[in-house]
C-alpha cells in the first residue's frame, strides 16, 4: 500500500539517480492537513477576458493575502512578472470572454509568462461558459476548445501541479468560492484534467472551516480504505456520520464510529430487506448518501462465472439504486440532499478482465445523469466520483508488475490516496454544491486510461 518509489524518487541520492536515468521523477503531492484554514497558500495570479474574474476578484482575499494580476492594472491589483513576483501557488484564468479563434492566442500569452514562475504543486482553474450555453457557433468552438487546452496543460505542468476547466452557468458566479476553495487547494492533489459544469444554485456555506455542520451523512463500506476515509472527512467537516458495512467488519466497523462520534451499521447492502433496515436505521433521515462499498472480481468475459457477474452487479450497481429509493421513498432523504456514487476510471476506459466492474460502474454514471434532473426538483444533487489507482487493500491486492503500471501511468506518476477520493466526496457534500450534479469528477491524477 505504500509507494516506496515516490520517497526513493525524492531522496538526495534518489533524486540524482533518477536524472541521471531519466526515470519518473513523481512530487509528493501536498495534501489538506487538519487545521488549515486558508485554502491557497501562497500567490494566486487572476487573469484572463470576462466578467467571471471580478466575481473571484470579490472573494479572492479570503483564499489567500498574494493576490496578483498579469496585466499591468488589471482587476486593480499589483503587477506580476516571472522576475519580479513570488513564486505562483494558484493561477485563475477567465476564458469567458474568449468569443474567437484569434482571442484563443491569450491563453498562451498569460501561461507561457505563469509557467516560469511556479511553486510545488501549483493549481490552475480556467473559467469558461459552458458551449452548449452559446448562440453563437464560433463562440461555442472557442470555449469548447478550452477542454484541449486545459487537458493538455495538465500534462505539460509537472511539480505535481493540476489544471481544471469549470464552466460556469449565468446565475452561477455565486457558487465560484466553494469550487474554488476545493480545486485550488491540496484538497484536489490528485484531480487534474477535469471538465465540471456549475449551475444557479441557492445554497450557500455558511462556515468554510466546518461546511458541513448540521448535517447526517451515511457512507457505506465504510469499514476500511476509501470509505474510512470518507467517514473521517466528512465529520472533520463537522458532518455526524452514519458507517456501514458488512456485519463480518462490525468490530473495525464500530470502532472507526467510536472514534468519529458516529453510529455503526453492520448490513449487507444486497439482503433482501437491506432497505427497510436501514431505514429503521435512520429514524431522524439523512441529508448526505455516500455509496462507496464495492468490490471487484475480475475475470475475462470468456472466463466470467454468473457468480463473478452478479455479485459485482447487485453490490456495485443494484445496491446504491435500491438503497437510495428506499431512501426516498420513506421519506429519509432529506430535500437539498447529496447523493455520491464511488464509479471507477474503468467505468469510463473500460479495463482488462473487468466488464462486470466497470459495467457495474459506467451504470453509476448512468443512474446520476438519469435521476439528476427528477432529483433537482428537490434541491438534491447526484454525483458520481471515479477514481484511479488509488493505495487500498483493493490495489494492494494487485499484481506487482501491473500494480506498478497503473501507478505510473498518469501526469502525476503516482497513486492517489483516500484522502484524495474523500476530499472530492465532502465538496461534493456540501450545501453549495447542489451547483453540480449529474456529472462525473475524476480522481485519478490525469490517468491515460480514459483521462
Ligand atoms: N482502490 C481503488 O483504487 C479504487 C479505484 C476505483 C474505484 N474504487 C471504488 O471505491 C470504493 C471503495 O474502494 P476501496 O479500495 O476502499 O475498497 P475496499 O475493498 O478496501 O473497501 C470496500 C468496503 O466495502 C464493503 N462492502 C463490500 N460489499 C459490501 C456489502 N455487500 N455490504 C456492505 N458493505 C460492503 C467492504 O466490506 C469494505 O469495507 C469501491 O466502490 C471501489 O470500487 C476504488
Redesign the pocket.
Same mark, same amino acid.
Given at each position: 500500500m505504500t509507494d516506496r518509489y515516490i520517497a526513493f524518487a525524492n531522496s538526495n541520492v534518489g533524486r540524482r539517480l533518477v536524472g541521471a536515468f531519466g526515470l519518473p521523477a513523481p512530487v509528493r503531492l501536498e495534501r489538506w492537513s487538519a487545521g488549515r484554514t486558508r485554502p491557497v497558500d501562497g500567490a494566486l495570479l487572476l487573469g484572463g477576458v470576462g466578467n467571471l474574474g471580478e466575481a473571484v476578484l470579490g472573494f479572492s482575499q479570503r483564499l489567500t493575502d498574494a493576490v496578483y494580476a498579469a496585466v499591468e492594472g488589471q482587476y486593480g491589483l499589483p503587477r506580476w512578472t516571472a522576475e519580479h513576483g513570488p513564486k505562483l501557488k494558484a493561477m485563475v484564468f477567465d476564458a469567458s470572454g474568449l468569443a474567437g479563434f484569434d482571442q484563443l492566442i491569450e491563453l498562451r500569452n498569460f501561461f507561457q509568462a505563469a509557467l516560469k514562475g511556479l511553486d510545488l504543486c501549483p493549481h490552475v482553474v480556467i473559467l469558461g461558459r459552458a458551449p452548449e450555453s452559446l448562440k453563437d457557433p464560433i463562440a461555442a468552438s472557442v470555449q469548447r476548445s478550452l477542454e484541449g487546452f486545459s487537458r493538455s496543460l495538465g500534462k505539460e505542468i509537472r511539480r505535481g501541479g493540476n489544471v481544471q476547466l469549470l464552466y460556469v452557468g449565468k446565475g452561477a458566479e455565486d457558487q465560484l468560492e466553494g469550487a474554488l476553495r476545493f480545486f485550488l487547494s491540496p484538497k484536489s492533489a490528485y484531480v487534474s484534467g477535469q471538465v465540471i459544469r456549475l449551475s444557479a444554485y441557492a445554497g450557500q456555506v455558511q462556515d468554510w472551516s466546518r461546511p458541513l455542520v448540521g448535517k447526517r451523512a451515511l457512507v457505506?463500506?465504510a469499514?476500511?480504505? !476509501?470509505?474510512a476515509a470518507i467517514a473521517e472527512t466528512l465529520a472533520r467537516d463537522g458532518a455526524e456520520v452514519v458507517l456501514?458495512?458488512?456485519p463480518p467488519?462490525k468490530d473495525a466497523l464500530d470502532a472507526l464510529a467510536a472514534r468519529l462520534g458516529g453510529q455503526g451499521v453492520a448490513?449487507?447492502?444486497?439482503a433482501p430487506d437491506a432497505g427497510e433496515k436501514l431505514v429503521e436505521a435512520l429514524p431522524e433521515g439523512v441529508d448526505i448518501v455516500v455509496h462507496?462499498?464495492?468490490?471487484?472480481r475480475d475475470k475475462t468475459v470468456a472466463k466470467m462465472s454468473e457468480a463473478f457477474w452478479s455479485s459485482v452487479i447487485d453490490?456495485?450497481l443494484k445496491?446504491p439504486q435500491v438503497l437510495t429509493q428506499a431512501l426516498l421513498d420513506a421519506g429519509k432523504l432529506h430535500d437539498d440532499g447529496r447523493v455520491v456514487l464511488?464509479?471507477? !476510471?474503468?467505468g469510463i476506459a473500460g479495463n482488462l478482465g473487468q466488464t462486470n466492474y466497470a459495467m457495474s460502474?459506467a451504470g453509476l454514471i448512468g443512474l446520476a445523469q438519469a435521476w439528476a434532473p427528477a432529483l433537482g426538483k428537490k434541491g438534491i444533487s447526484i454525483n458520481a466520483v471515479?477514481?484511479?489507482?488509488?493505495e487500498?487493500?483493493?490495489?494492494a491486492a494487485i499484481p506487482l508488475t501491473i500494480r506498478e503500471a497503473g501507478r505510473r501511468m498518469n501526469s502525476m506518476g503516482q497513486g492517489g490516496l483516500?484522502q484524495d477520493?474523500a476530499e472530492a466526496v465532502a465538496w461534493f457534500a456540501q450545501p453549495g454544491s447542489g451547483a453540480v450534479s449529474g456529472q462525473v469528477l475524476r480522481v485519478c491524477g490525469q490517468s491515460l486510461l480514459g483521462a
Open positions: 457505506t463500506g469499514a476500511r480504505g !476509501i470509505g456501514l458495512d458488512v467488519a448490513l449487507d447492502i444486497c462507496n462499498a464495492g468490490i471487484t453490490v456495485n445496491a464511488l464509479a471507477s !476510471i474503468s460502474k471515479a477514481p484511479g489507482f488509488i487500498t487493500q483493493m490495489t483516500p477520493v
